[in-house]
């Protein structure tokens, strides 16, 4: 199969399978909902506003130009951007021998984790299809062109910049090492010229302030093991990802064959190592959510692909690819919580209820909560809107979701500490003691929503409840 029928056969693959999960809302992360909030307030204001930092201005300023269409605009931007980054690499798959290019490429877009973000308004993808782009040009001997697209995906999520580093083996010839390096200088060069470009406007409004994160504490460890597991590959996934160590040492056996080729020189498969281990160490450093490994995964596959047996890594890819349709794991006891299918069993544990799912696995999962997460926002917002006397309801990370829910409406001052006004009610994400301070001299009485209390005092350290704050009753 030439490259052009085999990029076309994959991207309808993908870009097909993504279209019945587009309508329903802008995603179940509230990150989401505010690329959509940011989006708007370009459009309409005509200023670059950041949805969180350190900014993610591409992507913020092309959803800008299509917000007025809503989610499913948005949503199907960010599914046709993921059918292109699997496309290209099943040609990058290609170009290494594999003999499963095809299978390699619907499995990235089948784990779980990229199935769900390629659906809704995230950036992840975005970069992604970048990077795959600046991958293929560097494959080519364009260094060039190469540098710039990766620019561009930097100005998608600016941790895709530690790639210029590992991809600058693309070009280096052990043979011919001087003008090697040349080329590289060239390829960096371009990199950078582009990232500062693109962030020309996020400096232009914040300065060298935009170059921050929200620190909301690290996530307890059984948390962060779940984003390395199951929330990536799903059950069934997580447990084939898990075999893949006795797998590999079954590929030491000189009759073994690989997906991948084991003449394959080193220099690819060094790249990939280093592209793997400059994400986890990301990810160490900043432990937040298992997204944030979404491009590694390309990588990840490849080199599995090369160490383990050609019938096994089938087997395995299958397994990753069923796993976004069947068997799920979720909490059960919150009110956004979707109702389970027929075969589920539900897990008591400790003062939690966990729900495991047989028939529905994380796509639809997810797809389901998000719905049920918009029925909650609304009924939050006619709480509030329900108020006789000037007040103020902390939300959480709700706050996005009900700006973007409000007509109009844009938050009153910058991430992370920006307010909506809706009437005689102030929403807030968190109640810190300069917030109670102020509201305890206007008289406000003071709300919050469920979960929101502990959340609030895992971040400020302030007890809402002892400052006088009382849970906001919703109609059920």
């Known amino acids: 199969m030439n490259n052009r029928r085999l990029f076309l056969l994959v991207f309808s693959v993908v870009l097909l399978s993504r279209l019945p999960f587009l309508d329903a809302g802008f995603g179940n992360d509230p990150d989401g909902w505010r690329v959509a909030t940011t989006a708007r307030y370009i459009a309409t204001n005509g200023e670059y506003y950041a949805s969180r930092f350190p900014g993610f201005p591409v992507v913020e300023l092309i959803c800008a130009l299509v917000w007025k269409h809503g989610a499913l605009a948005m949503n199907f931007l960010t599914a046709l ?177 690989s997906s991948i080729p084991k003449t394959i020189s080193p220099g690819p498969v060094n790249m990939w190592i280093a592209v793997l281990i400059l994400f986890v160490i990301e990810f160490i450093a900043n432990p937040r959510e298992g997204a944030y490994l979404i491009p590694a995964i390309p990588f ?93 309801v902390i939300v959480g990370v709700w706050l996005s979701y009900i700006i973007e829910m409000t007509p109009n409406a844009m938050p009153e001052s910058e991430f992370p500490d920006y307010l909506l006004k809706r009437g005689i009610v102030e929403y807030i994400p968190l109640l810190t003691p300069e917030y109670l301070s102020r509201y305890r001299q206007e008289g406000r009485r003071m709300y919050y929503i469920f979960t929101v209390d502990q959340h609030n005092m895992d971040v400020t350290m302030l007890d809402i409840k002892q400052a006088g704050a009382v849970e906001l009753k919703l109609e059920k």
């Not at 099943?90 to 877009?109: E, G, N, P, R, V």
């Not at 003062?351 to 495991?356: G, P, Q």
């Not at 799912?357 to 997460?373: A, H, M, P, V």
């Open 300 to 392: 990840f596959l490849l080199l599995t692909a090369r160490y383990i047996p050609r019938v096994q890594y089938i087997t395995v890819c299958l397994f990753i690819i069923i796993s976004s349709f069947v068997v799920s794991i979720d909490s059960a006891d919150r009110p956004w919580n979707p109702e389970p299918s027929r075969c589920a069993v539900k897990i008591n544990i400790k003062e939690r209820t966990i729900l495991v799912d047989f028939l529905r696995g994380s796509i639809f999962t997810d797809y389901f909560q998000r719905l049920k997460r918009i029925e909650y926002t609304k009924k939050v917002i006619q709480a509030g809107d329900n108020l006789k006397e000037p007040s103020v």
């Open 81 to 257: 951007v993921s059918a292109v980054a699997v496309g290209m690499l099943s040609l990058i798959a290609k170009h290494y021998a594999c003999k499963d290019a095809i299978l390699l490429a619907l499995t990235f877009a089948f784990t779980p984790i990229v199935f769900i973000n390629s659906t809704i308004t995230m950036d992840y993808l975005w970069a992604v299809m970048l990077v795959m782009l600046s991958w293929y040009a560097g494959l080519k001997g364009k260094p060039i062109s190469a540098g710039l697209l990766l620019g561009v995906a930097v100005g998608c999520r600016i941790t895709t910049a530690a790639i210029a580093l590992p991809f600058a083996l693309l070009f280096f010839e052990k043979s011919n090492w001087k003008s090697s390096i040349i080329v590289i200088v060239k390829y960096w060069i371009a990199t950078g010229v582009v990232m500062i470009i693109v962030f020309v406007p996020v400096f232009h409004v914040y300065g060298l302030q935009f170059f921050t994160f929200f620190d909301q504490g690290l996530p307890p460890f059984y948390i962060i093991a779940r984003y390395l597991t199951v929330d990536i590959w799903g059950v069934v996934g997580a447990i084939a990802v898990a075999s893949i160590p006795v797998l590999m040492l079954l590929n030491r056996k000189k009759n073994s064959v």
